[in-house]
DNA sequence: TATGAATGAGTATTCATTCAT
DNA sequence: CATGAATGAATACTCATTCAT
């Protein structure tokens, strides 16, 4: 039994440094080669956790989506204010943005792959729709400026993709008080 | 299989037919074979006109470079409150909707291909800060909310890629107003 | 009949200058299209004249064939003493070195054009015995020594091939004077 | 199947089989296919041992020049007279007939390989000379003769290209004879 | 369990050949 | 006749996957 689990802690850890990979190259241009050698392994080994590409990129989101919103619950406080809350849930998202940034990234080759497949886009889908509940329960305000809300997100990784380099940071903070002081006055 | 005479004008047609098939599937997933398939040529006629596979994205980005924000001020009515310039700017983006979608795509594949060969994000960079210039020049805004604009415009269309199927139109438009709306209180 | 005697003649002149072409690049590795820009027409006009790139190895080595000793022939003068008559051999030969150079590299390639096709060599066997049965006819010298010439005569393009760029001449000049002195004395 | 040890091992033996493949139908007219399938291995087995079609040319090219003459020293006897020394040479390179006329195939391939490449002759002629060398050294004559020695050898294995089918070795004992006799003489 | 050599189907690219103009 | 765009089969090369060690 305890070996089970090893074998699925390690097989876990290796996942998650695919996310990196797969967001620097998009995984349709990343070979199993480079994967093996972005994690010190040999093909060999990495077949003997995954049983193919494919799958890689699939477990890697389905794992994403078990985390996915969970770790902020895990740790966010609960707020009074409303205005606090907003800042509550936008200081964790830039406290993770890099990661945050390339889940996106990987919700993109896994909707192109989908779509490639044939396969209807339930799963993101779903995370999409959960992870919106979620925020609506925390935040306690109108569905639509939730919306609102993860949309500029999405919008704010995007953007730092391509730009930014050094003042990226302070673009970010500039932004979502632009995003605050806009819902706060409404 | 009639002669072409215009060599480049072709070459054009044939290239802004592959937006469309590299945002479905990914630069990355997608063959030569596919490309030539889907603009209806042999794999050979594709070679007559473009270098290589990487040049067809390259050539594309370019491409779009100089059309880009260029189309819309071509068009786009000269109005004289802020609120209906803003209303100019989101009504013609939503018009465009699925070429700016696709177009996005294109340019994280872009953004990936250019790390993979490790050169500077600058082609980028210049089309996104060309495109701000020209939005702060229409809209007379100050910068950062012509950001805010821009990004939330990205996150639009990200979100869209995964979800609302139906009820897309609605949900764009609501929020779309919600964010003219925001910005009009201010 | 004027028309096809032109058709011809513009035939052969083309043909003649696939020689260089083959001998510098070696016939597998020349294209249509090299051949083409080489001969300063198009790949439509190469293939209005020749059938197809075989037929083109084909016909020049047949040309060469009818050619050949021929042009010996045709300018030799008839010398009394054997000596003379050798040295009117290697004169000839030195002054159209690069010519023969050619068309041995060419020969080369077309041996192995016929293993390739599973054919006889006979076509070259025919040329090698016809060229020495002049010479004899022509030195007036025992078989095997004007094999010994021949054979010694091929040496010698294949070394002006990769070597002696400056000091060729003199080099081959050393060599055959070296000849004929052996010959001489025997 | 078995697992390779000794990879730089395996590679020379896979390189040596590569010489008769290009000798017989020449570089450019030889596909990594056939090739592979002459070595008995697959198209990926080819490159995980080659990068590339042309650096199996350039390999072979190597490796033969570290070889060389090398073999000859190996095992040629030190003989008082001359002429017992030219006999051992002609002897040795007798012997080993077929190894040098393809040798000297892949020399022509490799020279028009470098020519197309706009690559200086180097190499060959830093063949050429070492071998002309090592041979005056050995044999002890004067370098003019030494040249013509190894001109003649090298017009020998081209007319046995082809021709002389059968009575091959007699026309060449014929011819070597004919060498050594005139060569005695002098 | 881990390795990396081996495989061959699949990919990007080339090239002899055709044909509408 | 001459052209060069168009074709697709063939070529060089890659890469996901397997398997002997």
């Known amino acids: 039994m305890p070996k089970i689990v090893d074998r699925d802690r390690y097989r876990k850890e290796l996942l998650s440094q695919c996310l990196g990979l797969f967001a620097e190259q998009g995984y349709g241009s990343t070979t199993m080669r480079q994967i093996a050698q972005g994690l010190g392994v040999s093909t060999g080994t990495l077949y003997h956790y995954f049983p193919s590409k494919e799958r890689i990129l699939e477990q890697l989101v389905e794992e994403l989506c078990e985390q996915g919103i969970a770790d902020f619950f895990a ?3 609960v707020a009074e204010a409303m205005g606090d809350r907003l800042r509550v849930v936008i200081t964790f998202f830039v406290e993770h943005f890099r990661f945050y940034q ?3 990234l990987l919700w993109i080759d ?3 792959h989908q779509q490639r497949k044939g396969i209807e886009q339930g799963v993101l889908q779903g995370v999409w729709r ?3 509940a979620q925020m609506v329960t925390y935040l306690q305000m109108p569905s639509a400026q939730v ?3 993860l949309v500029f997100m999405d919008g704010l990784m995007l953007q730092c993709l391509y730009d930014h ?5 302070d673009w970010v ?3 979502t008080e632009l995003l605050i002081g806009l819902l ?3």
């Open 130 to 132: 959960r992870t919106h």
């Open 102 to 104: 390339q889940q996106l």
């Open 147 to 149: 919306d609102f809300i």
């Open 184 to 186: 706060d006055r409404s």
């Open 173 to 175: 903070a500039q932004q």
């Open 110 to 112: 896994f909707h192109q």
């Open 165 to 169: 380099g050094e003042g990226e940071a």
């Open 75 to 77: 740790q966010a406080p």
